[in-house]
């Protein structure tokens, strides 16, 4: 980066701001670099394996039949039952071809990751990563001058990852608020439960497809086991929330709310968390 | 079973406001957060490899030595609006047990005593001194004096004393005291750091003896006698003191230094404090362990590592934090400590207390990096480009640009009040560097 000829120099912005905290104090997610060894195939997978092969299998073998003797009774008929059959298997591949396409975008990011800790890699794999954001091309022209693979992670950090988190914690803010709203009104614990189940998964698919991810339905059960795994090894994670626990419920009647409803305030503790975990098991920079 | 606990003791000294009280606050809150299992400290972690750490602050016994009140600090940092602690001028000592798990199961946890002494960085460059006679000295000191005016009362009455002045006790105490008015000014109103002797800035505990009256003279009369007759013995005091049980037995010492601040003061200032710097690593070099015995080697008196730390890193953004690291790497001809892992001696870039983020600033059409921050008293944000940090020494071109002053930043919010511990950049590595061997 060409900084020589710039006057240093120092301003102040217009808006008032709260302190600073620390974003990478309570969650330096211990994401492997190195790829986990491959796991073998596990006696359920391999079951439910079989059982989908044998349901499609022969689906698609009695369906054949079944379009084979249609063409026997009329030509016409046997056309109409071909192409139902292929529309409708058509549209069961789409959905196979989305759910594999959403647990390549996951091990996307783990190469990502490794290519962005060597120097060799990190500047193309940044400006790969930068292509597939909204905001990347204003980093460009920054990141094309600096050479060193710190750098380059400390660009980025201050750039699209700084603003993916943002991002990140404001879907994280307005989950909570919903969640403690609804808590707040939903008469039964065990509906409560289901609740923060249900928005906690939206959630996460929300935070993943603003990290340029789609994942299906075994691509949401994939990340969330990936986030699970990132919150476990954090033992501080809900600590770093008191700060923004208290941006959610700043409003005098939220608090007075909160304190009416016990544990509503904890679900919403846990959507900030979850939304911030969710970041950093997406993003590319540890 | 009675396992037997080591002590390992740290000294933690610097230059004239390098930050020194606020390093051992965020090592204390850091440590005993790493201690509770948070993520405080990655490096340290790295190097456990998941054995297990517990971390609690020793109890004071019957120390000599009043302890560090690192809860006060850790307060005043947490509090709304924030503080950073008061400069202290008394000597103190943290103290902390470890207990380190094995790697081999059923084995019993490694016992350590890490201290860490909060030794004066003034009296750190009295050490040069022992190298020099009286008149070297001497000379040395009164050349550094010349370019100011703080010191022109005490030049002048240093030139106007008679060649053959004789041994007279007023004469000695006039100049004493002018001598050490100079020192006190030089470090307060010009934050000059090369200001010998140590101890007429920082007297150490109990009275002032006679010995301690005397000041820079180039005679060779009578009088000048007295004063080397009293310099010889403050060398020896100063010999003495090193492998005293209170403030000697150092293992490892932390000099730390605020370079950015003397970038910004100037040449004659950086210059200062460069020189200072330099005589100290000259003077450690000499007093260091042999270098042929083995780190682990217990018993053995020395220092067996020293860190080199350039401190208020926060205040530039990362890609300028390793030209800091390699300017303190030159300037005390020490490798940096992210490249020479294995070495005795580091040079690091450390933020005690984080301040400030990483931006992007355009400027001019140019994307810089640069650092935010919430300015203290103004509840606003302050974007800071102070300049370039040159990897070495600068040159004269340098100094034809001015780097901006150090912003007056709040400290980052500390979760839970400090329990959760400290933002910071780079006291893990730091940590690592002192005792990472011995865990």
């Known amino acids: 980066m060409s900084e020589t000829r710039v006057v240093p120099r120092f301003a102040l912005e217009e808006a008032p701001i709260e302190r600073l905290e620390a974003a990478s104090l309570p969650l330096p997610l211990p994401l492997p670099l190195v790829p986990p060894p491959a796991a073998g195939a596990g006696t359920l997978g391999l079951a439910a394996s079989g059982a989908a092969l044998l349901v499609l299998g ?28 292929t529309a409708g298997f058509g549209l069961i591949a789409a959905s196979i071809g989305g759910e594999l396409r959403g647990l390549l975008g996951l091990r996307r990011v783990d190469h990502l990751r490794l290519a962005l800790a060597d120097p060799a890699r990190a500047r193309g794999a940044a400006l790969a990563w930068l292509d597939t954001l909204a905001e990347g091309a204003a980093l460009r022209p920054a990141l094309a001058a600096a050479e060193a693979p710190e750098a380059i992670a400390a660009l980025l950090r201050a750039g699209p990852v700084a603003a993916l988190r943002a991002q990140s914690d404001a879907l994280g803010r307005a989950a909570a608020l919903q969640v403690f709203a609804a808590a707040a009104a939903v008469p039964s614990p065990a509906l409560d439960g289901l609740l923060v189940a249900w928005r906690g998964a939206r959630l996460v698919r929300q935070v993943a497809a603003l990290h340029g991810l789609r994942p299906g339905t075994l ?42 409803v016990a544990g509503a305030g904890v679900a919403a503790r846990r959507m900030v968390v979850l939304a911030r975990v969710t970041a950093a098991a997406c993003s590319p920079l540890q | 079973m009675l396992i037997p606990r080591r002590t390992l003791r740290v000294g933690v000294t610097g230059l004239a406001r390098a930050g020194k009280t606020v390093l051992l606050t965020s090592i204390a809150g850091n440590l005993l957060a790493a ?18 750490l517990r971390i609690r602050l020793a109890p004071a016994g019957a120390d000599a030595l009043p302890r560090f009140d690192h809860a006060a600090h850790l307060a005043a940092l947490a509090a709304d609006p924030p503080h950073w602690p008061a400069r202290t001028d008394a000597v103190s000592l943290l103290a902390f047990d470890l207990d380190v798990g094995r790697a081999t199961p059923g084995l019993p946890p490694r016992r350590l005593r890490l201290e860490l002494l909060d030794y004066p960085g003034e009296w750190l460059l009295d050490l040069p001194m022992l190298a020099q006679d009286f008149a070297a000295w001497s000379r040395a000191a009164l050349h550094r004096l010349e370019p100011y005016a703080e010191a022109a009362g005490f030049l002048g009455f ?24 100079a020192l006190r000014r030089l470090r307060d109103d010009r934050g000059l750091a090369m200001l010998q002797p140590g101890r007429f800035l920082m007297p150490a505990p109990g009275g002032a003896p006679p010995w301690l009256g005397f000041f820079p003279c180039a005679g060779s009369g009578p009088l000048a006698g007295l004063l080397r007759e009293r310099f010889d ?13 209170v403030f000697g037995g150092i293992d490892r010492l932390v000099v730390l230094a605020d370079l950015l601040s003397a970038l910004h003061a100037g ?29 682990w080697l217990p018993f053995v008196p020395g220092i067996a590592r020293v860190a080199y730390v350039a401190s208020k890193a926060d205040h530039v953004a990362e890609r300028q934090r390793g030209n800091l690291a ?20 580091a040079a690091v870039a450390v933020a ?3 301040c400030t983020e990483d931006v992007v600033w355009t400027l001019e059409g140019h994307p810089v990096s640069a650092v935010r921050g919430r300015v203290a008293g103004a509840a606003r944000a302050g974007r800071s480009y102070p300049g370039e940090v040159p990897d070495r020494p600068p040159d004269a071109a340098f100094w034809a640009h001015p780097f901006l002053a150090l912003p007056d930043f709040e400290p980052m919010r500390l979760p839970l009040g400090g329990r959760a511990g400290v933002p910071h950049i780079g006291v893990d590595t730091l940590l690592d560097f002192l005792v990472g061997d011995r865990l």
């Open chain 1, 219 to 260: 691509g949401t059960l994939a990340l969330l086991r990936r986030v699970a795994l990132a919150a476990a090894g954090v033992v501080a994670t809900d600590l770093a929330l008191d700060a923004a626990t208290r941006a959610v419920l700043s409003n005098p009647l939220l608090r007075h709310v909160a304190g009416e």
């Open chain 2, 35 to 52: 201690g509770a299992g948070l993520p405080t400290l990655p490096a340290l972690a790295a190097r456990l490899g998941g054995r297990s």
């Open chain 2, 158 to 181: 240093v030139r106007g004393l008679p060649v053959a002045a004789p041994r007279d006790e007023v004469l000695a105490a006039t100049g004493h005291h002018l001598y050490r008015a």
């Open chain 2, 352 to 354: 005690a207390v984080r």
């Open chain 1, 58 to 85: 022969l689906a698609v073998l009695v369906v054949g039949n079944f379009v084979a003797a249609q063409f026997d009774r009329a030509a016409w008929l046997g056309w109409l039952t071909l192409g139902i059959a």
């Open chain 2, 233 to 245: 013995r403050y060398c020896a005091e100063v010999r003495h003191s090193l492998a005293a049980p």
């Open chain 2, 267 to 295: 040449a004659e200032p950086f210059a200062d404090a460069a020189a200072a710097l330099g005589a100290v690593a000259g003077a450690l070099r000499w007093r260091r362990r042999l270098p042929f015995l083995p780190a």
């Open chain 2, 326 to 345: 390699a300017l303190v790497s030159r300037l005390t001809e020490v490798p940096r400590a992210d490249t020479a892992a294995d070495t005795d001696t």
